[in-house]
């Protein structure tokens, strides 16, 4: 990227003027290498999310930015409904309330070490991963609904966990305003089998060890240790999500023109907040917001009674509480603060965390006085990052932060660069574990086809948006 | 003076294009199809065994290249399966198509990706110089 395309801010934040149909500026926060690596497409999506009606103070892009659809991955806008803003389905992207949670187990590495193949195995047993795998839970068309309705808490009520894991979950485990009527019977019939699975691409399933704290107050609060070892799941609301963006995106795209809306890219499909189709498609998407939450909270279940089959008599213990889990495909209603005034807005984040600062009165209590959680994943074969919210970070882009490292380089070029087996060995000479069903797939996520996710983390920390609390690695990965 | 139809991907940072060329836009779009299924596991090995109809409408074919992957997509996953060979009819704004293939065995196929979508990213549908068609656009994997 042309680093004199915008003008410097601070040590972090870049900004673009608004010029032509622009209504607020463009903002990035990376640090100058980053910004300088970055896809010249981030620059070019950014200022066309400024262009849509209704935007408000800015359009960011996180540290980890790349090229996307319509918005960049790593995209921020807000949107205020009384001003004519729009809700769009681009801006929320096909993997609805994609995200990832972390669970405690109790154990630490000296525990693991002497089961860790067996535990890798069993995982990949039990967590249905990849094209073609099915969960073992099938809903009728009632079922189907309450579960569009319930999110994790009506996962609960089923027995896959506990009450306590809802408030470690945003929104509490359910997300309200969902309306299963609007989710169309091929998004249903594409959800009938895939209830408990993990998906594939970059979705995974990890055993962690955290290595490094770095805030240790913040740390206590989350009840992390050096030494732990974590559960990490980063997925999403599968085939149910993709067919409802897929679906939305084509109706938007229809129905813009009619909406008076211009736009910059087809991808930005969009339609105004108070109309029927952006009602339509906020509730169809908080119930695919649901479907992601519950579906963590079966893999979670089934996580749970691998762990009580391998640990229970050695480790009663290990139950695995919710440290947290954080969705980073959404579009919800959040109050923030703008010219002194506190305004109800349309947060739509693409690949990019909340990051609520402390004392916000959504946070669980144990944790409101550290600030959320903020869970960000690396790849395969590096690591993962524990962040939080801050104060700083609510006025810099409405408490967002990252949500990866985002690619490098191409699934294309990944394959010519690496052999899944190879890779595989070689990550189990370094001690990790890859348990997969494709070799090619694992070849397409080799970590060395991701960013630098410490210098995604550490521009976040910088700039600001979020505190660096711990790091951990892999030890286990399922990789679907 | 149409070369032989083929398909190719292309780049996209995080996820995959898919690109059909032929000498007729039904064509394209069969070799679309094709790079569709490539980037789920080799075409070679999937045997055209089973017949599906499958049919669509969009105001533009730009847009009907899109619901057509999107198609076979919810096909793929809804019946399980994957397909290697097809036959797309157009008139108008609609489409028309065969499609072969068989149920996916992980094991043999090991497929590396399911996609989630066709996206409107790169979406091109368009005659080129040479007289060949054109039809591409990237989807998320």
């Known amino acids: ?480 | 003076m149409a070369a032989a139809a083929h398909w190719e991907h292309f780049p996209h940072q995080a996820d995959v294009g898919v690109r059909g060329l032929g000498a007729t836009l039904e064509q394209a779009f069969e070799q679309a199809a094709l790079a569709l299924t490539a980037v789920i596991t080799d075409l070679e090995i999937v045997a055209p065994k089973e017949m599906l109809q499958i049919s669509c409408m969009a105001p533009n074919v730009e847009l009907l290249l899109v619901d057509w992957l999107n198609s076979l997509i919810f096909e793929m996953v809804t019946r399980n399966m994957l397909f290697s060979r097809f036959e797309v009819h157009l008139e108008d704004s609609r489409l028309t198509a065969k499609a072969w293939g068989e149920a996916l065995e992980v094991a043999r196929h090991h497929p590396a990706v399911e996609i989630k979508g066709a996206t409107y990213t790169a979406l091109k549908v368009a005659q080129q110089q040479d007289g060949n068609w054109l039809a591409q656009c990237v989807v998320d994997v």
């Open chain 1, 1 to 480: 990227m042309d680093l004199a395309l915008f003008e410097r801010k601070s040590e972090y934040e870049w900004h673009i003027k608004p010029f032509g149909k622009m209504h607020v500026p463009g903002v990035i926060f990376a640090s100058e290498s980053l910004l300088r690596e970055m896809d010249a497409k981030v620059y070019e999506q950014v200022t066309n999310v400024a262009m849509l009606p209704g935007i408000v103070e800015a359009s960011w892009a996180m540290p980890d930015a790349h090229w996307g659809y319509g918005f960049p991955i790593g995209g921020v806008a807000a949107f205020d409904a009384e001003a004519g803003g729009v809700v769009s389905a681009g801006g929320v992207g096909f993997d609805i309330s994609c995200g990832v949670r972390t669970l405690h187990t109790g154990l630490r590495i000296e525990d693991i070490e002497a089961v860790k193949t067996r535990l890798a195995d069993a995982l990949f047993h039990t967590i249905p991963a990849g094209m073609g795998s099915t969960g073992a839970i099938r809903l009728d068309a009632a079922e189907m609904d309450a579960m569009l309705r319930g999110g994790a808490r009506w996962a609960v009520e089923r027995g896959f966990g506990n009450a306590a894991d809802l408030e470690r979950i945003e929104e509490g485990g359910c997300m309200s305003g969902a309306v299963p009527a609007q989710v169309s019977d091929q998004a249903k019939r594409r959800q009938r089998d895939e209830m408990g699975t993990l998906g594939s691409g970059n979705h995974y399933l990890e055993i962690q060890q955290v290595t490094d704290v770095y805030a240790p107050a913040i740390a206590a609060a989350f009840g992390v240790k050096q030494g732990d070892i974590v559960v990490s799941i980063h997925c999403g609301s599968r085939g149910l999500g993709h067919q409802i963006g897929t679906e939305f995106l084509k109706r938007m795209v229809i129905a813009a023109p009619g909406y008076g809306i211009a736009l910059p890219d087809r991808e930005l499909a969009c339609a105004p907040i108070n109309s029927p189709l952006g009602q339509d498609y906020l509730g169809a998407m908080r119930a695919a917001i649901n479907c992601a939450l519950a579906n963590r909270q079966i893999l979670t279940h089934l996580t749970r009674s691998v762990f009580a089959q391998i640990f229970d008599k050695m480790l009663p213990q290990a139950r695995l509480p919710l440290l947290y889990d954080v969705s980073h495909n959404t579009c919800k209603v959040e109050e923030h603060k703008m010219n002194g005034r506190t305004k109800k807005l349309y947060v739509h984040r693409k690949g990019a965390t909340r990051a609520f600062g402390p004392g916000h009165p959504d946070l669980p209590r144990e944790l409101r006085d550290a600030g959320q959680p903020v869970l960000i994943g690396g790849s395969m074969g590096t690591a993962s990052y524990i962040l939080a919210g801050t104060e700083q970070g609510m006025r810099l882009a409405f408490g967002s932060a990252c949500h990866g490292a985002g690619r490098a380089m191409s699934r294309h070029q990944a394959l010519r660069n690496w052999n899944g087996r190879h890779l595989v060995d070689d990550l189990e000479g370094h001690g990790i574990l890859i348990r997969s069903p494709s070799m090619r797939g694992v070849a397409e996520e080799a970590p060395g086809a991701y960013k630098d996710v410490s210098a995604v983390v550490d521009a976040a920390d910088h700039a600001g948006l979020a505190r660096k609390v711990a790091r951990v690695v892999p030890l286990i990965c399922i990789k679907g």
